[in-house]
T-cell receptor, first 111, second 112 residues
Framework: NAGVTQTPKFQVLKTGQSMTLQCAQDMNHEYMSWYRQDPGMGLRLIHYSVGAGITDQGEVPNGYNVSRSTTEDFPLRLLSAAPSQTSVYFC??????????FGQGTRLTVV | GDSVTQMEGPVTLSEEAFLTINCTYTATGYPSLFWYVQYPGEGLQLLLKATKADDKGSNKGFEATYRKETTSFHLEKGSVQVSDSAVYFCALNEGGSYIPTFGRGTSLIVHP
């Protein structure tokens, strides 16, 4: 099993550009989520989904958009990149009451 | 709401030293408890877990016991190695909920 796959691994954007971070899982997990990790801030939840067609906001949703058209995929869109969005982004998936499985991360720099 | 508190890092140890990383939690119900490890440049991965009071999770020489009376889940290892250098996250998941609650992470640095 591939688990949770994130692409790209690294990305540099200019302020104002848009892009989509891809996340796919092959474990048939209902729940998928996006986190950002910044030094000293731990993991902060951006958006999450409990099934296809269902999404909700986490702790820091502003500037990000998500959709969940299939169980497998949960892309994260940056609408107009800002330097404050420079971070490491992690996608995770799980079933209820079990551990989360994380992707390898996308390291994003906005200049 | 739920919360997880971990000791601040970094924790710096010499190889073969004893490790304890403290974790306490607040939850409304009876959550499952987890420790995740994040090696440099990688995503988090499950290290161990416990699903009910007095359960002990163990893996790779690490152990943690679910203590309901003290709402704690401290991570221990008897003899750390340089390869254990990583960030360790304590987390909980309430029964019936999808969304885990994470602590802020504790960085461990092990010197030869």
């Amino acid at each position: 099993n591939a688990g949770v796959t994130q692409t790209p691994k690294f990305q540099v954007l200019k302020t104002g550009q848009s892009m989509t971070l891809q996340c796919a899982q092959d474990m048939n997990h209902e729940y998928m989520s996006w986190y950002r990790q910044d030094p000293g801030m731990g993991l902060r939840l951006i958006h999450y989904s409990v099934g296809a067609g269902i999404t909700d906001q986490g702790e820091v949703p502003n500037g990000y958009n998500v959709s969940r058209s299939t169980t497998e995929d949960f892309p994260l869109r940056l609408l107009s990149a800002a330097p404050s969005q420079t971070s490491v982004y992690f996608c995770a998936s799980k079933r209820a009451n079990t551990e989360a499985f994380f992707g390898q991360g996308t390291r994003l720099t906005v200049v | 709401g739920d919360s997880v508190t971990q000791m601040e890092g970094p924790v710096t140890l010499s190889e073969e030293a004893f490790l304890t990383i403290n974790c306490t939690y607040t939850a409304t119900g009876y959550p499952s408890l987890f420790w995740y490890v994040q090696y440099p440049g990688e995503g988090l991965q499950l290290l161990l877990k416990a699903t009910k009071a007095d359960d002990k999770g163990s893996n790779k020489g690490f152990e943690a016991t679910y203590r309901k009376e003290t709402t704690s889940f401290h991570l221990e290892k008897g003899s750390v190695q340089v390869s254990d250098s990583a960030v360790y996250f304590c987390a909980l998941n309430e029964g019936g909920s999808y969304i885990p609650t994470f602590g802020r992470g504790t960085s461990l640095i092990v010197h030869p």
